[in-house]
């Protein structure tokens, strides 16, 4: 497939890369490529050929003979591949092999080393290359990533919202901490952004309406595991889907836009969205006033020695908003969030008064 292809490819909306976690046998790679290509959804194969596992013992990837499955994968179905590469030798082999497009994996993107010693593999190289969030929380590690890749010249690059590691219960494998995904988005904004709802749910309940909400975040594609036999799956069998339960699952997304359809709709956003802009500038206006207070305070705390935080007043304040946010209809938490960021900044300003620091 020539880089012309495969760049036409990558610019379809909604985008749908889709395949087996790990290529396992001959036979599953051939039988799960020729079912999703019979969907006539599913614009790339993917596969995990070198898997990285959290704890050995588990199934590790076929290795290299997977390649040579994916390649007659690709000549009986005509779907270009992608596969995730993890150091310089898996790079090699996977462009040795014509692999069309190349992902970093979540365990990789944290770690420079690893990215970099991808990245040399590909100085100069025309190759697509999307890489996937970080296993924590770290928009800069993501950020570095797409960075280091940026440098090895023309090639384009995406990026894969997959979910952060987290302690403790939540219904997601890895939760999907949408508001660190849109931060990098805000950051790298002409970049395409794609879900891998496969590894943030763990399972296949929670597919649909996870890809909803990224497709309602305007995101441009979907990197979705599915195998001939999920059940039977060699690795992540819980969150595999068959071809035909990828065509469910995506026949149910609304596929919305991001413009509005008419002019007159158009106009009617305008008046509202002026109206949020003034909104926007009062709150603004009103939390310097508010800063401002804070300063006040400042001052006579420190002439009296009392010290900036006293619990029971911040325990008074919250119990306060909160109730109020309930009678107007805003729940707890975008209370409790949204006050303690203001509440942090107003222990810094009194934090710079009372040990006058500069900024
Ligand atoms: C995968 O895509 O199979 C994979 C290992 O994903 P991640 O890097 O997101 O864990
Ligand atoms: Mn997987």
């Given at each position: 497939?020539?880089?012309?292809?495969?760049?036409?490819?990558?610019?379809?909306?909604?985008?749908?890369?889709?395949?087996?976690?790990?290529?396992?046998?001959?036979?599953?790679?051939?039988?799960?490529?020729?079912?999703?290509?019979?969907?006539?959804?599913?614009?790339?194969?993917?596969?995990?050929?070198?898997?990285?596992?959290?704890?050995?013992?588990?199934?590790?990837?076929?290795?290299?003979?997977?390649?040579?499955?994916?390649?007659?994968?690709?000549?009986?179905?005509?779907?270009?591949?992608?596969?995730?590469?993890?150091?310089?030798?898996?790079?090699?082999?996977?462009?040795?092999?014509?692999?069309?497009?190349?992902?970093?994996?979540?365990?990789?993107?944290?770690?420079?080393?690893?990215?970099?010693?991808?990245?040399?593999?590909?100085?100069?190289?025309?190759?697509?290359?999307?890489?996937?969030?970080?296993?924590?929380?770290?928009?800069?590690?993501?950020?570095?990533?797409?960075?280091?890749?940026?440098k090895t010249g023309d090639k384009a690059i995406g990026l894969i919202h997959r979910g952060f590691s987290h302690y403790g219960n939540t219904v997601y494998r890895n939760a999907p901490m949408w508001h660190l995904a849109l931060e990098m988005k805000r950051r790298c904004s002409d970049v395409p952004f794609i879900i891998d709802p496969s590894h943030i749910c763990g399972n296949r309940h929670l597919l649909q309406e996870t890809i909803q909400k990224a497709m309602d975040l305007r995101y441009d594609g979907v990197m979705i595991e599915s195998h001939i036999n999920p059940d039977a799956a060699w690795s992540d069998a819980r969150q595999q889907?068959?071809?035909?339960?990828?065509?469910?699952?995506?026949?149910?997304?609304?596929?919305?836009?991001?413009?509005?359809?008419?002019?007159?709709?158009?106009?009617?956003?305008?008046?509202?969205?002026?109206?949020?802009?003034?909104?926007?500038?009062?709150?603004?206006?009103?939390?310097?006033?508010?800063?401002?207070?804070?300063?006040?305070?400042?001052?006579?705390?420190?002439?009296?020695?009392?010290?900036?935080?006293?619990?029971?007043?911040?325990?008074?304040?919250?119990?306060?908003?909160?109730?109020?946010?309930?009678?107007?209809?805003?729940?707890?938490?975008?209370?409790?969030?949204?006050?303690?960021?203001?509440?942090?900044?107003?222990?810094?300003?009194?934090?710079?008064?009372?040990?006058?620091?500069?900024?």
């Open positions: 497939m020539s880089a012309e292809t495969i760049k036409q490819i990558l610019e379809k909306r909604p985008l749908i890369i889709s395949g087996p976690c790990s290529a396992e046998t001959r036979e599953q790679v051939l039988d799960t490529a020729e079912a999703l290509k019979q969907t006539g959804r599913v614009d790339i194969l993917r596969a995990g050929i070198w898997k990285p596992r959290t704890r050995p013992g588990s199934f590790e990837g076929v290795g290299s003979v997977g390649l040579s499955w994916l390649q007659e994968a690709k000549a009986l179905t005509g779907l270009p591949l992608a596969v995730e590469v993890a150091n310089a030798r898996q790079t090699e082999e996977a462009l040795k092999a014509g692999i069309d497009v190349l992902w970093i994996g979540a365990r990789t993107t944290v770690n420079p080393f690893s990215v970099q010693e991808v990245a040399d593999v590909l100085y100069g190289v025309d190759v697509p290359v999307y890489i996937k969030n970080p296993v924590n929380a770290d928009v800069e590690l993501w950020l570095g990533a797409y960075e280091r890749m940026q889907v068959t071809p035909d339960n990828l065509v469910h699952i995506l026949d149910q997304i609304i596929w919305r836009q991001e413009e509005m359809p008419t002019e007159e709709l158009h106009t009617l956003m305008q008046k509202y969205r002026t109206q949020i802009n003034q909104l926007d500038n009062e709150i603004i206006e009103l939390l310097a006033s508010r800063m401002q207070l804070v300063q006040e305070i400042g001052k006579y705390k420190k002439e009296n020695d009392v010290t900036i935080l006293q619990v029971s007043r911040w325990k008074e304040i919250l119990d306060r908003l909160c109730a109020k946010g309930a009678a107007l209809g805003l729940s707890e938490e975008f209370i409790i969030q949204y006050f303690d960021a203001i509440h942090l900044e107003s222990i810094k300003q009194q934090d710079m008064v009372m040990n006058q620091k500069k900024d």
